[in-house]
């Protein structure tokens, strides 16, 4: 039976070390994304830090996904 690609992203989180380190910058992000938009005014410079962190965000979530996709190959072969 496939595993399927919430139960591989779970796996490879409490598994591979790679993997748990994308999660982990993804948080970091996310995290720094709500801090900042939790602001009442963003001057210019916020507003930058605010694309910069959401690039950054959706680079690793695509590096994840690329990764479950990968792994998802490799458990079909078993």
Do not use: C, W
Request: no cysteine.
């Amino acid at each position: 039976m496939p595993i399927s690609p919430g139960e591989l992203r779970e796996l490879l989180l409490a598994r591979n070390p790679e993997f748990q380190r994308l999660a982990s910058e993804h948080s970091r992000y996310e995290t720094q994304l709500e801090q900042l938009t939790e602001q009442p005014y963003l001057n210019s410079e916020d507003l930058i830090l605010e694309i910069k962190l959401k690039k950054m965000k959706l680079r690793v979530k695509d590096e994840m996904e690329k990764f479950i996709s990968r792994h998802q190959r490799e458990f079909g072969r078993i």
